[in-house]
């Protein structure tokens, strides 16, 4: 399984993702966005992102059509707004426990 953390300069919620997959024993890869170009590459659209095997972690990002290198993203999880990906997302996307 591969983990990449893309992140930008702007929004320092990676930070806190960093640490929570740190804590479940991942190491990730780090991608800094820093131009509209490399957020479409990436299909970007907001700090902190996880992907895993190429894939976004949220499944609402599907439907995200604006790629962009600036600012920061909201995650929905089981009916609740967050700054970045809460540990129970992605305890339940990793399959992995976080102590």
Not at 52 to 70: C, E, M, R, W
């Amino acid at each position: 399984m591969k983990v990449q953390l893309l992140y930008n300069t702007e929004c320092t919620f990676y930070t806190a993702t960093l640490k929570m997959l740190r804590t479940m024993g991942i190491e990730p890869e780090l991608i800094l966005i820093d131009s509209d170009e490399k957020a479409q590459a990436w299909l970007f659209f907001g700090s902190p992102q996880v992907m895993i095997d190429g894939k976004d972690i949220d499944p609402n990002a599907q439907t995200v059509t604006n790629f962009h290198a600036s600012g920061c993203r909201l995650y929905v999880f089981e009916g609740k707004v967050y700054d970045y990906p809460p540990a129970e997302m992605l305890k339940k996307v990793l399959g992995r426990n976080i102590s």
